[in-house]
């Protein structure tokens, strides 16, 4: 099970909005790499300036607002005649990109530790790899779970909102982010798998 798969209804909530933008001459790029940058700028922000617990309620509002973002750069592209090669590039790399930043500012907030926020970062990069690798071995591109881009982006999401509301973290929390670590390599594990379980049942037949 993974948010994801949740992905069809929040697309049909988006879907009038998305006609609007395509009617304006907005394109599926634009948008990425929008999100991309103000994700970025954020996520940077937050770790450079040392933001106070306040400031991280940011994140759970812009976690919301980037995945409808990404949503719409996805439907402005296979429903308007948007796709490009470029905009393949742009989608994985900048998802990584956005991902890490929004993470990093985790590293400054106790009990968790800084090396493991970078495990995760590196990680959920290593999990999406492996997923957009599934049409190179004649799969299609895996999203599997249990720790998908949604599903991290709920997590990261909700501990941006309890550490917004004050509440201090438990002791037992630093257990959390290796936690993580675990579940993103279970799903690039298994994003690796059902690539290859996939690609041979296309050969077979």
Not at 5 to 32: I, S
Not at 74 to 83: K, S, V, Y
Request: aromatic share 8%.
């Amino acid at each position: 099970m993974s948010i994801y798969q949740l992905k069809p209804r929040f697309q049909a909530l988006l879907r009038p909005l998305v006609q609007r933008l395509a009617q304006a001459g907005v394109t599926a790029n634009q948008v990425t790499v929008l999100a991309c940058a103000v994700s970025v700028a954020l996520g940077l922000g937050l770790y450079a300036a040392a933001a106070p617990a306040w400031a991280y309620g940011l994140i759970p509002l812009w976690m919301l607002l980037r995945m409808a973002l990404n949503a719409v750069d996805g439907m402005l592209a296979r429903e308007h005649g948007q796709q490009t090669a470029l905009g393949a590039f742009l989608n994985e790399l900048t998802d990584v990109v956005s991902d890490a930043a929004l993470y990093l500012p985790f590293a400054l907030v106790a009990p968790f530790s800084g090396l493991w926020v970078g495990v995760v970062i590196v990680l959920a990069g290593l999990s999406e790899f492996a997923g957009a690798l599934g049409p190179t071995v004649g799969a299609s591109r895996r999203y599997d779970g249990p720790l998908g881009k949604s599903d991290r982006a709920f997590v990261f999401g909700a501990l941006g909102l309890y550490v917004a509301l004050g509440g201090p973290l438990p002791g037992w929390s630093s257990a959390l982010m290796p936690l993580l670590a675990a579940l993103i390599a279970w799903t690039t594990v298994r994003r690796i798998r059902q690539a290859l379980i996939e690609a041979a049942s296309h050969s077979r037949r």
